[in-house]
């Protein structure tokens, strides 16, 4: 993130989102995390929504259209089957 923490008003909002049930999948960037990010983590296990993680540099072992095959994959599988995708 920017080294800024949400404010209480966007933290209580983006915490109705993940225990009403209103979001499909979290993706998050898993190359860069902080406590935001683990706490939407935790959420998003506890309230049984999906995760992706997304690389946005090219992870090894990839070509260019293979990492965006792996991507849009796990994204398509977290939305049709609800299968969590947290690294490539």
Do not use: C
């Not at 049930?21 to 190359?31: A, E, G, R, S, T």
């Not at 095959?69 to 994204?75: D, F, G, Y």
């Amino acid at each position: 993130m920017n080294d800024t923490d949400p404010s209480p008003q966007d933290s209580a909002t983006q915490n109705s989102l993940f225990t009403g049930k209103k979001v499909k999948v979290f993706l998050y960037n898993q190359q860069v995390t902080d406590a935001v990010t683990s706490r939407y983590l935790s959420l998003s296990h506890s309230n049984k929504i999906p995760v992706v993680g997304v690389y946005e540099t090219m992870p090894t072992g990839y070509t260019y259209q293979k990492w965006m095959e792996a991507e849009m994959t796990a994204l398509d599988q977290a939305l049709t089957s609800g299968t969590s995708t947290e690294k490539l």
